[in-house]
């Protein structure tokens, strides 16, 4: 396998490793970005993975035609007859399981080919793979898994390098650039003809956008918005404009969350995508031009090849040589000798080129960090965000009346979370050992908003969301989501905090995502959770870990939420900002145990289960075996079975622990002592426990231990 992985890169396709007996999933994240040419990498990935199958990613000037059977073989017969037509050249062809063929092509038109499916260019049996999309390569092997997927090889049926494709079948190709004979679709160009200094972006909104055209034309402007680098706010705004040019009933207000939660999907795919950071700011950067700039820009990550842009927002994504090389290759410098040489080959041999041994993430606005004389590249993203001289009270009326709202109004709640949040923004390499945990009882209350102010305080690089899914017992192992300021549990729901509760207070652990190898890393992340459910999580009496607030709070009308996300676009984000500067962070004493909340009470209260719950009550109450100082398991357990209501019988062993470790009074200083009780005619071997005057009868004699607890024996049954 890894032999034709190597053949590919030699041909200059980028490759990278796919599940064994399978056409997906990729076992590195992102294959857009991850996929190589480099040897090194390519041979430790089948070391680790070695019956891993291969992708195949064409770069851009390659093309890969597939030609399948997928619903009648006459059809493929036909699509081939006309691709012949059009003249077939012999180049590098791969036999597929199901009887097709992949046949492997240079580009050489400079225009961006599009992966698409037949039945969009002609060829209702052909489809194209090229920039963005993958082909399972030769050596590779499926197993059969119905229609979707065939058993068999992937075998070469025509060793050759792949030549340049046809001229005649080129004409037939579809380009990225090819839109729709729409009017708002032709302005969607980023360096059209339309660009203008009034008109920067080049696209033009019709006056009216009809009604049935609407939902997909946002969708491909959001897009085309996101690729020309704009901050997620201002294309919030700008696709606001084009919202208010959309034929629609009255009263359909802008979806500014779900408009949010698109830009946030396009911006991660189209991150992934081109293997480039997206600009969080309103300041793009601009390219490298010369060799000075690149010698102040780049630096070189020595442990893994990789090199890292110290840019202070684009410092989160280091590329790996290969990819940088080709990227900057057709960037021409001169050097000492007035040579003319490519930037990439010119940086990396100059004596002057910044360099580190590995990378480490620390909240700190040094691109380059020493740590123990050791030099790495420092992947923490500044906030955009950082204090002014002084800050507008106006400004910030609007974030502090949300989270009065969220909190029920109550002052010292708010005193607290705005002193988290402080800490959050002031100190972010100070983590705080206990987490809030904000429960509304209702959808639609603004906790995204909350989210979304969160992540632009901190910078979206620095934040961190895990899903329900991945907070699952056979997940949460998986933890590549950890790191960053901030780390917000999301939608949490019946999650027991004890697989948790590391993650809050732990400063040192292991990160292993999903596919690549576990690291040590100090954390510093900061926990908040958000719930709708008043059963978030299950916590027991001990817990020093949670600050919990539930609230029933009751969801205000649309307008009110357009005014939140307006306020996001405008520079009270700044404001707001500046303002918990202001609070008072010195000394640690927030960083001690979070104060009990009513919400917090109520939460462990429906962590126990019914029969643990009416023990507890019948202590508090002096009621039943819990109104004396002796019991034992199995008459607390009857009392309790008598007392609930349940086909579910109660567990000796859930009561045990219960009697044992939350009252903490077991009297028996070895846990396998028993004692010997006669009840009536009958001998039983009893573990006692003193639930009342633990002191006294520990150091009671065993037969004033055993006359106590047989004097109300029959008592506490009737």
């Not at 802008?254 to 408009?259: D, I, M, R, S």
């Not at 606005?365 to 923490?380: C, G, H, K, P, V």
């Not at 989501?481 to 040192?508: P, Q, S, Y």
Request: net charge positive; glycine share 6%; aromatic share 10%.
């Amino acid at each position: 396998m890894i032999a034709n992985a190597r053949r590919l890169a030699g041909f200059g396709f980028r490759v990278f490793p796919i599940a064994p007996n399978m056409k997906a999933p990729s076992l590195i994240q992102a294959w857009q970005v991850g996929a190589t040419t480099d040897v090194v990498q390519i041979e430790r990935w089948w070391q680790q993975w070695p019956q891993a199958n291969i992708g195949v990613v064409p770069w851009p000037g390659w093309v890969v035609l597939d030609l399948d059977s997928k619903t009648d073989p006459g059809a493929l017969a036909k699509s081939v007859s006309q691709l012949r037509a059009l003249g077939l050249a012999n180049t590098l062809v791969i036999c597929t399981p199901s009887g097709g063929v992949h046949m492997y092509y240079k580009w050489l038109d400079g225009r961006t080919v599009k992966s698409t499916v037949g039945r969009h260019w002609g060829f209702p049996e052909v489809d194209i793979r090229a920039e963005g999309g993958y082909v399972v390569g030769p050596g590779s092997y499926t197993a059969a898994m119905g229609a979707k997927q065939h058993e068999g090889m992937y075998s070469v049926h025509n060793l050759a390098v792949p030549v340049p494709m046809p001229p005649r079948l080129v004409e037939k190709m579809p380009f990225k650039n090819n839109v729709a004979d729409n009017s708002f679709l032709k302005g969607l160009s980023r360096t059209g003809s339309d660009a203008s200094p009034q008109n920067p972006e080049g696209v033009i909104i019709p006056d009216v956008i009809p009604v049935g055209e609407r939902d997909a034309l946002m969708y491909r402007y959001i897009g085309k918005l996101v690729s020309q680098g704009l901050s997620r706010y201002a294309i919030a705004a700008k696709a606001r404009e084009a919202w208010a040019k959309c034929e629609q009933p009255q009263g359909n207000e802008f979806p500014w969350a779900a408009v949010i939660g698109q830009i946030d999907r396009s911006l991660n795919q189209y991150r992934h995508a081109k293997a480039v950071p997206v600009d969080v700011s309103d300041t793009a950067v601009p390219d490298v031009r010369t060799l000075n700039d690149a010698l102040q820009r780049y630096c070189l990550i020595e442990s893994g090849s990789l090199v890292a842009d110290l840019t202070p927002n684009q410092r989160a994504e280091p590329v790996r040589w290969g990819e940088f090389k080709l990227d900057k290759s057709n960037i021409m410098v001169t050097i000492a000798d007035d040579a003319v040489r490519p930037l990439p080959d010119a940086w990396l041999h100059h004596a002057e080129r910044k360099r580190v041994h590995g990378i480490t993430y620390y909240p700190k606005d040094t691109a380059i960090l020493y740590l123990n004389n050791i030099s790495y590249f420092n992947r923490y993203v500044p906030s955009p965000f950082q204090a002014m001289a002084t800050y507008d009270p106006e400004k910030i009326k609007i974030p502090l009346a949300h989270l009065a709202y969220l909190l029920a109004d109550d002052s010292e709640n708010m005193r607290i979370m705005e002193k988290w949040l402080a800490y959050t923004v002031k100190r972010p390499a100070v983590k705080i050992p206990w987490a809030p945990l904000i429960i509304t009882t209702e959808q639609g209350t603004g906790k995204g908003w909350f989210k979304d102010l969160l992540m632009l305080m901190v910078g979206q690089k620095n934040f961190g969301i895990a899903t329900p899914e991945e907070l699952s017992p056979n997940q949460i192992q998986f933890n590549g989501w950890m790191g960053g300021v901030v780390l917000l549990f999301d939608e949490m729901k019946g999650i027991n905090a004890k697989l948790l509760n590391h993650i809050v207070t732990e400063t040192w652990g292991t990160v292993n995502p999903k596919y690549r190898p576990k690291e040590e890393r100090q954390f510093f992340c900061n926990v908040i959770g958000f719930s709708n459910d008043i059963h978030a999580l299950r916590i027991s009496h001990k817990d020093r870990r949670w600050w919990i607030h539930d609230n029933i709070v009751i969801p205000k009308d649309q307008e009110y939420y357009n005014r939140l996300y307006e306020w996001l676009a405008t520079d009270g984000v700044a404001h707001f900002v500046t303002y918990l500067w202001s609070i008072d962070t010195s000394g640690n004493d927030f960083l001690a145990r979070p104060p009990i909340t009513q919400g917090k009470l109520r939460m462990i209260d429906t962590s126990l289960n019914e029969y643990i719950r009416c023990i507890n009550d019948a202590y508090e109450l002096n009621q039943g075996p819990m109104a004396y100082d002796i019991v034992s398991t199995d008459i607390v357990m009857e009392y309790a079975q008598n007392e609930v209501l349940s086909d579910i019988p109660a567990s000796s062993k859930a009561v045990g622990r219960f009697l044992n470790t939350h009252l903490r009074k077991c009297i028996l200083p070895k846990s396998e002592q028993k004692y010997t009780v006669i009840i009536g005619a009958k001998v039983y071997r009893k573990r006692l426990i003193a639930i009342r005057n633990p002191e006294k009868w520990r150091n009671a004699a065993d037969s004033e231990v055993i006359a106590h607890y047989s004097q109300h024996w029959n008592e506490v049954l009737k």
